[in-house]
């Protein structure tokens, strides 16, 4: 049986610090809702961080990424206590195993002003010295009008779009109207949960099925938004495929007559984001009595669908299901000593 093969596939929104997550330590108390999620778990996680734990779990995110067709992937980021330097150590991990990547600082005034400000620098620092990204906000929830206006107004500067959340949860739900006078159709808009159909924001939306599911924030139905929408996995692994699959049951549990093509559109929407990774190739492996194994209706109810090969630039950067430039299993055993050491920081934090 002959395989298929498509371009590399594209995650819209990732937070590659997340990849030494599991197993972490439980939370103080268990989180009642979205904002004691974030509050007992994601922001005591990127405070623990440093440049090591960025290097390993940006690397073990990428060898993940690989492993699943994914050549390219739209990262946001944040490390309060390590900022300076943080989107290169991302940068550079990606580009040793071979997978494509735009990095964005988030900023964020929880930190107070001088921390959004060192966060805006990294930006600007990575940028201008040829670094591929956007200008990074972690959420307008989180951030001072003139740190919005900051960011929005670096990213014209420097010709990028801004790579934020928006609405995720019903604490940001104010969040349009704060957005509207800056957004434009190079931005990034991740979530959108709890949106108006009329918010009448510019950019695309990245949809995060499973990670919106998890948290418990709602369902975005972004069918129902006249912007581009693209997918994206919110920092759980990028298995696009499965991610696609994801999307298709959450559309098709809202809307009986939801059809896997507009779950697909979606994934294709990250090409129009990164289009470099049009002109790779992801050779997948046959499957059994599937004569077009890549066509949306099959894929939605076929499990179990991987890349035999992958090329990159012309490079074979996958072959025979394993990465060519390094060791997959030395960088497993590295992320796993470092996720030990980041673990007993959670304890202090």
């Known amino acids: 049986m002959e395989a298929a093969t498509t371009p590399g596939l594209v995650c819209a929104h990732h937070h590659l610090y997340s990849a030494l ?11 009642a809702g979205f904002i004691d999620i974030l509050e007992l778990v994601w922001w005591r996680l990127d405070r623990a961080l440093d440049l090591e734990s960025i290097r390993w779990s940006a690397m073990l995110g990428a060898v993940e990424a690989l492993e699943r067709g994914c050549t390219a992937i739209i990262d946001h980021h944040e490390s309060p206590e390590a900022i300076d330097g943080s989107l290169d150590v991302i940068a550079e991990a990606c580009a040793e195993v071979g997978v494509r990547v735009s990095c964005a600082y988030g ?6 002003a001088d921390g959004a400000r060192r966060g ?32 929005a107004g670096l990213a014209v500067d420097l010709g990028v779009g801004v790579h934020v959340h928006v609405a995720e949860g019903a604490a940001d739900v104010g969040v349009a109207d704060r957005l509207r006078p800056l957004a434009t159709d190079d931005w990034l808009l991740v979530h959108g949960v709890h949106l108006d159909d009329d918010h009448g ?12 599911m998890n948290n ?27 991610e696609f699959r994801v999307a298709y049951v959450r559309h098709r549990e809202d809307d009986v007559t939801a059809s896997p093509e507009t779950a697909w559109e979606w994934l294709a929407g990250g090409w129009d984001l990164f289009p470099e990774a049009r002109d ?43 990465p060519t430039r390094v060791d997959a299993d030395e960088v497993r055993a590295r992320a796993a000593e470092e996720a030990v050491r980041l673990h007993r920081r959670l304890e202090d934090i």
């Not at 900023?107 to 107070?112: A, M, N, P, Q, S």
């Open 120 to 151: 805006l620098a990294e930006n600007e620092r990575y940028l201008r010295a040829g670094g591929r990204g956007m200008v990074g906000i972690h959420a307008a929830f989180t951030c001072s009008d003139a740190s919005l206006e900051s960011a």
């Open 21 to 31: 997550a599991r197993g972490m330590p439980a939370p103080p108390r268990t989180p």
């Open 201 to 212: 924001l510019a950019g695309t939306f990245v949809h995060n099925p499973r990670s919106n």
């Open 107 to 112: 900023i964020t005034d929880r930190h107070g």
């Open 216 to 242: 418990s924030v709602g369902y975005a139905r972004p069918a129902r938004f006249a912007n581009p929408v693209a997918l994206g996995t919110d920092g759980i692994g990028a298995d696009m495929l499965d």
């Open 280 to 322: 790779d190739r992801v050779t997948w492996s046959p499957v059994a009595c599937v004569d077009a194994p890549m066509d949306p209706w099959r894929l939605a109810f076929t499990t179990g669908v991987g890349p035999r090969t992958v090329e990159v630039d012309g490079e074979v950067v996958l072959a025979d299901g394993r």
